[in-house]
């Protein structure tokens, strides 16, 4: 059995019971279930539609995401998840970019390599360099004044660990920002790269080894074989292409609000729904959600 799934923004609900039903009745699937009123709704059916990515593109004009899963074994043990554009709003390194005074030129190379048209490892190492000279208490500032958390996030997080789910927080990004936004939500632990600190400044590197794609794949395999579990147990979440690898080994890869190319590859997309999606993804109604601490 595959469990349909019908999402959209809680921050601005358009999801219609008329289409609920509409596409049940369509596909033959079973009852409706809402899992929160105008925002999220599942149906199971049999088989897999043919018309899938028709319907697929006929909803995305209505705000509304579709995702089609198996039933069993929807619930994840871990959650695994990126930091920029996913867990938070903004890419870091942009941040201080502009606080150097080079931010569109480095957000430029960002939106490349996210969308997979420059190698990750070289175009981190271009943009770090960018940054060498600035003070290290930017880093304060900008987590202070520039930095703010995905709608949803606090929730996914919680609810995660309070069905003994792990959670951890993998970027392609840096421990000054991964740190700080993972005490934040409540992560167990978070894997970055570390920039290189002389003299309270920034040198314009990056500490070896480079955490691209390849670790976040590594992290995947260490966490689940560190608590007895697999891939299959793992809900993955990114937006950029060096989340494909963990995006496609787990059981679920969410591409959340993701770059072209990433989507073009992402057998599960989301694009209007916030966070709290990958709960109803699991099938979690909104009343079982827990509260962030």
Known sequence: MFA???LTSPQTPVLEPALAEALRNA????DVHWLMPDVAAEFEI???PDNLDEVWTQLQDSRVDLVIQPVAGRKKAVLLADMDSTMIQQECIDELAAEAGVGEHVAQIT???MNGELEFDAALRERVAT??????GVIDSVLATRISLMPGGDVLVATMRAQGGYAALVSGGFTAFTQAVAAK????????NTLEVAEGKLTGAVVPPILGREAKVQALDEITEQRGLTAADVLAVGDGANDLGMLTRAGTGVALHAKPSVQAQADIRVNHGDLTALLFLQGYSVTEFARPT
Not at 27 to 30: A, E, L
Not at 186 to 191: L, M, Q, V, W, Y
């Open 27 to 30: 596909w033959g699937g079973g």
């Open 4 to 6: 349909v799934t019908l």
């Open 111 to 113: 939106a490349r390599a």
């Open 46 to 48: 049999a088989v897999r």
């Open 131 to 136: 940054l060498k000279g600035l003070d290290c």
């Open 185 to 192: 939500l409540g992560f167990d632990e978070n894997r970055a």
